[in-house]
Nanobody, 123 residues
Framework: QVQLVESGGGLAQAGGSLRLSCAASGRTIRMYAMGWFRQAPGQERDFVAAISWSGGSTYYADSVKGRFTISRDNAKNTVYLQMNSLKPEDTAVYYC????????????????WGQGTQVTVSS
C-alpha cells in the first residue's frame, strides 16, 4: 500500500504561483508513475500532469501546459507540482495519485490517491 499526503495548497492571486507537494509513505515510489488530478465543484476529476517512475517522461493537460511543471525526488519519496501564472479556472481540489509501472494519463488507471489539497485562485 502507498499512502499519499498532499500539501501546499491555499489562496493565490491570478498570475501568482503555488507549489504542491505529495509525500508518499508505506513503500518507495521509485517504481511508481505519479499523477496530479484536480476536481472543481460539480465537475469530474480531471488529469493535470503525470510523470514516469524515472522522471524522464512528463505529460500535461493542454490547459496547464507551459504553466505547470511536475517533478519528483525519489530519494525523498515526494512528487511536486509547480504552478505558475495561475488563473481563476485553476481553482479546484488537487489530488496526487500513484500507479505501479508505466505512466498514463487516465484517472481510473491510478490505484492510490491522496485526500487532496484545495487551491483557490482569485481574480
Amino acid at each position: 500500500q502507498v499512502q499519499l499526503v498532499e500539501s501546499g495548497g491555499g489562496l493565490a492571486q491570478a498570475g501568482g504561483s503555488l507549489r504542491l507537494s505529495c509525500a508518499a509513505s508505506g513503500r518507495t515510489i521509485r517504481m511508481y508513475a505519479m499523477g496530479w488530478f484536480r476536481q472543481a465543484p460539480g465537475q469530474e476529476r480531471d488529469f493535470v500532469a503525470a510523470i514516469s517512475w524515472s522522471g524522464g517522461s512528463t505529460y500535461y493537460a493542454d490547459s496547464v501546459k507551459g504553466r505547470f511543471t511536475i517533478s519528483r525526488d525519489n530519494a525523498k519519496n515526494t512528487v511536486y507540482l509547480q504552478m505558475n501564472s495561475l488563473k481563476p479556472e485553476d481553482t479546484a481540489v488537487y489530488y496526487c495519485a500513484a500507479r505501479y509501472g508505466v505512466v498514463v494519463t487516465t484517472r481510473d488507471e491510478y490505484n492510490f490517491w491522496g485526500q487532496g489539497t484545495q487551491v483557490t485562485v482569485s481574480s
